[in-house]
């Protein structure tokens, strides 16, 4: 089979459906499954099929929305629907969703019949930034973070900002984190840009997810197996995975979007970076009050800073029995495989409960 120029690209908006259009003539794959989870299958599928020449015999597989739902028993479900519909190594699935679609949907595409080819078509912005770039796929393990996966580029990712539309506004916020993590981590005039907007107008985002599809892109060709400087990625993941970990798993706490526990994460990341690396104070406040400006201060009681830190233990960045974190000398200068102690974690608890953003 003819494969794209160069696997895993990101094509956009009209360009990105005549390229898909393109490729499936030229590959003439056995038959074409769509992944899709109930809010996708209902506000996304149809735009998706209505811009493909000849969808007529794709079938569709739906899952539950949901973080709850990325787990091994739905992958036992989509690849038992495959096995039930006849998929055979010589078919695709195109994953239209969210990132609990692509990565699940790449996991199950890699795994199926030892691996067959994948499309991702994200539909949150979230996805659009980070979930469906840099090839990583995998499910949760209980209420621990994506730690069952492989790494394994699609064949190429779909980009319609159209589908943004669709989402809520706190969908919209989970995903300006990760570009608010790729500002931090990269090029400060980008952050200063991209905190600035109060309001998300669409015209605006199709620029600044190129931008930040670009910062990935260019992070994870130079580090695709996570050795070393990919690492810098997780700014602000190593508590946000954490402290989202914890609120899925106590029914008591309020829900967590992904960008949620992430904002958390990055201002108590900040705060570890000034105590640790010096990071100009007056750039962690103005951080800070930006974040707690966008996303609403999470309540944590003090029984569950224990948990959450104990959670660290499973990070996937750690080696050796050591909690690795990434911190920041400045913006767009970041260190990885910092060793943080619990006594400054505390502090940085303490930092974010009793900021002043009023």
Known sequence: MANPVNKGEVYYNKEAYNSANTYLAKNQYSKVFVLVDSNTHEHCVARFLSKIEEPSAFEIIEIPAGEESKNLETCNGVWNALSELGADRKSLLINVGGGVVTDLGGFVACTFKRGIHYINVPTSLLSMVDASVGGKTGVDLGNLKNQIGVISDPEMVIIDSAYLETLPKNEMRSGLAEILKHGLIKDEAYWNKVSNLTNLDLSDLDEIIKKSVEIKSEVVTKDPFEKNIRKTLNYGHTLGH?????????SSKPSLLHGEAVAAGMVLATFISKKLKNFPEEKLSRISSKIFDIYSKIEFEENDLEEIID????????????????????????????VVPNEVIYEAFDYYQNFDFS
Request: charged fraction near 30%; charge should be negative.
């Open 311 to 338: 959670l660290m233990k499973f990070d996937k960045k750690n080696e050796h029995g050591k909690v690795n974190f990434v911190l920041l000398k400045d913006i767009g200068q970041p260190e990885i495989d910092c």
């Open 242 to 250: 954490a402290i989202e970990s914890y609120f899925l798993t106590h």
